[in-house]
């Protein structure tokens, strides 16, 4: 996949048309799901595709303020219930998004909280955990898009859609998220360069991430890539995870595209980064 071309020019998408996908892309998207690699190994994952129906059995009860959206598609992942599921999901799921786009189908993450609920209300009967709502569909051409806020003038207690002008979210520098060697030293671009990490993280910065507050800090030593987290008290969980997960496949897979491989590991490295309280390690990579 050209992760590099489609993640520059993605977006998430609220406002569908009224037409469906044909089984044809479907079964692209499956064939490409089946062989797409997986943050974390033998975890099985079931996906279900629904249509417009799940609109009204969710209206209250899913996505910001508990606003869902609208749309022809969705795609709902359950997951067996073992450590790290909710990342493997969310790695995958960017996956399935990012070469949906790619076949012209565009998409939306759907935060929710009740996952146990929302399967009631789908009437979905099995034992694995809801770990991501998926809206998908054909984009209304609209001039202009409905984008959440740039998160520096986000304001979590309006936490509502404007409309402006332009059609891309905003996004945080390389020098914003990036440290080198210790917490708070700002990296030089020419540096990462150096290391054959600059396109990572200059990607990397594009990823979604829950009320797009971009809450990836990461810190370059020599041959580690530690990725930290931001706490905030009105983001969950669930979306603390997805939003680590979906940046680790962005980081990887560009990586991956220009130099080696490298496999993201959950456990805190040996060195102490005196990463503040506000913050948190989640994952950290050789490189
Ligand atoms: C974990 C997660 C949950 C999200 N939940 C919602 C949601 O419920 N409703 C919504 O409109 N957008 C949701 N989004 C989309 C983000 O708001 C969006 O990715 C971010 O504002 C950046 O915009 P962009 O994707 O257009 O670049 C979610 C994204 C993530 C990663």
Redesign the pocket.
């Known amino acids: 996949m050209k992760y590099k071309e489609i993640i520059s020019e993605i977006?998430?998408i609220?406002d569908y048309k009224d037409k469906e996908v044909s089984r044809e892309l479907f079964d692209e998207l499956k064939q490409y799901y089946d062989q797409a690699q997986r943050l974390v190994d033998n975890i099985e994952i079931e996906v279900i595709r629904k249509n417009h129906t799940v609109y009204e059995q969710l209206k209250d009860s899913?996505?910001?303020n508990n606003?869902m959206?609208k749309a022809p598609h969705y795609l709902i992942f359950l997951s067996e219930e073992k450590d790290y599921y909710i990342e493997n999901v969310g790695y995958v799921a960017q996956d399935i998004i990012l070469k949906a786009w790619s076949l012209g189908i565009g998409s939306?993450?759907?935060?929710f909280e009740d996952g146990e609920a929302i399967k009631k209300k789908l009437q979905i009967d099995s034992d694995k955990k809801l770990a991501a709502i998926i809206a998908m569909g054909y984009e209304v051409d609209h001039k202009n898009k409905v984008?959440?806020e740039n998160v520096s003038d986000y304001n979590p207690s309006k936490a509502d859609v404007k409309v402006i002008e332009d059609n891309?979210?905003e996004r945080l520098g390389i020098r914003d998220i990036v440290f080198m060697k210790k917490w708070g030293e700002k990296a030089d671009p020419d540096e990462l360069v150096n290391f054959g990490l600059l396109e990572g993280f200059t990607y990397g910065r594009l990823a979604?991430?829950?009320?797009?507050r971009q809450p990836w800090r990461f810190i370059v030593d020599d041959g580690t890539v530690v990725l930290t987290l931001k706490k905030d008290s009105y983001v969950s969980q669930y979306?603390e995870k997805?939003?680590s997960a979906?940046i680790m496949l962005y980081f990887k897979a560009i990586i991956e595209s220009t130099l080696y491989n490298i496999k993201w590991n959950f456990t805190k490295p040996k060195k102490d980064y005196q990463v503040p309280d506000d913050y948190k390690i989640v994952a950290y990579c050789i490189v």
């Not at 939306?108 to 935060?111: A, E, L, N, V």
């Not at 979604?208 to 797009?212: K, V």
């Open positions: 977006k998430s609220r899913a996505g910001y606003k959206i939306c993450w759907i935060t984008l959440y891309t979210s979604p991430s829950a009320r797009n979306e997805i939003d979906v």
